[in-house]
């Protein structure tokens, strides 16, 4: 599974549309569409906001060699 598919899977356990993302974002459904499908990767600006808006770690999205802990931010 790749950091597509993991932003992917996560953003469908918390209910979140691409729309929904894209807008606590600020950037297009398009762009988060490219990510998941692994097109373009996201910057690390753009990585970090993913992580925090998903409740989870840079390092879980990117590599998901260890569990997810969710942020201290939700």
């Known amino acids: ?14 209910g979140l549309t691409q729309l929904q993302l894209a807008q606590a ?3 297009t459904p398009q762009h ?6 692994e097109k373009r990767s996201p910057s690390l600006d753009s990585l970090a906001k993913l992580a ?7 390092d879980f999205l990117i590599t998901a060699n260890r569990p997810y802990y969710p942020t201290q931010y939700q």
């Open 52 to 58: 925090h808006e998903l409740g989870v770690t840079t």
């Open 32 to 37: 988060i569409s490219v990510i998941e499908k």
């Open 25 to 27: 974002l600020g950037v």
């Open 1 to 14: 599974m790749g950091l597509g598919e993991r932003i992917k899977a996560r953003r469908g356990e918390l």
